[in-house]
């Protein structure tokens, strides 16, 4: 954690608080209708990421032009991401791969660990989301993934949207579907995976993909089978 004047350079020039004021400043932004105002921010917290910013926590005065009342404006910045839904079908069932990841990767901020999809954070906003995804599952499933049978389900979004979701300022959701054996199944459930060197110690689970959205708590993984379900259920996956 930066703290003090450093601190406060190194926020404003990252391109996390970059991309936050230009989301306010442009197109739909809320700042630029001129119906509020922007006086102050107040820079809280920021985490590294060796060299760049990879957390950004501040406080925006902002306030209502025509009431003069303070709009609520804490914000917790985070870079962009991707998450990949990986569905196997094997006789007649389809799966979902999922990781479940511990020791000093555990998911701290909920107090317990969960299953989630395989995602990864991108190094900035021009980053590979495509490289990233593959890299990410690789290194946590020992999957590699076909980038021909790859489908990027937030680009069925409408434009309006940017085509991505929060709570990253850019998750992109990839899918991958394919055939494989009982066998295949059978060595994924349970696989030991993750980059030691980095502290990561991931296992592998395989569920069916009909009770995935029970079994988790995991937001990428709920927000997937949406975005899934209704491109499926408009004809846009690729047969």
Request: glycine share 8%; net charge neutral.
């Amino acid at each position: 954690m930066v703290f003090g004047s450093l601190c406060c350079r190194i926020a404003i020039e990252s391109t996390l608080f970059q991309q936050w004021l230009k989301n306010m400043q442009t197109g739909p932004g809320i700042l630029a209708n001129g119906t509020v105002s922007l006086r102050q921010v107040l820079i809280q917290g920021v985490d590294m990421f060796g060299k760049r910013v990879g957390f950004l926590k501040f406080k925006a005065d902002v306030h209502d032009r025509e009431t003069g009342k303070k709009v609520p404006g804490i914000v917790f910045a985070r870079g962009p991401a991707v998450a990949v839904l990986i569905l196997l079908e094997s006789e007649g069932e389809t799966y979902a791969v999922l990781t479940e990841q511990f020791i000093n990767k555990a998911r701290v901020p909920v107090g317990k660990l969960i299953l989630e999809l395989p995602a990864g954070m991108l190094d900035d906003n021009k980053g590979d989301v495509v490289g990233t995804a593959v890299r990410e599952v690789e290194e946590e499933t020992g999957i590699h993934l076909n980038l021909d049978d790859m489908v990027d389900l937030t680009a069925f979004l409408d434009p309006s949207t940017g085509c991505r979701v929060f709570p990253s300022p850019i998750l992109s959701y990839k899918f991958d579907q394919r055939n494989v054996s009982k066998e295949v199944i059978t060595q994924l459930q349970g696989k030991q995976m993750g980059l030691r060197e980095h502290g990561e110690l991931i296992k592998v689970h395989v569920a069916p993909y009909e009770n995935l959205w029970r079994m988790t708590a995991d937001a990428k993984a709920l927000m997937a089978i949406a975005l899934f379900e209704m491109a499926k259920k408009e004809s846009l996956l690729p047969l």
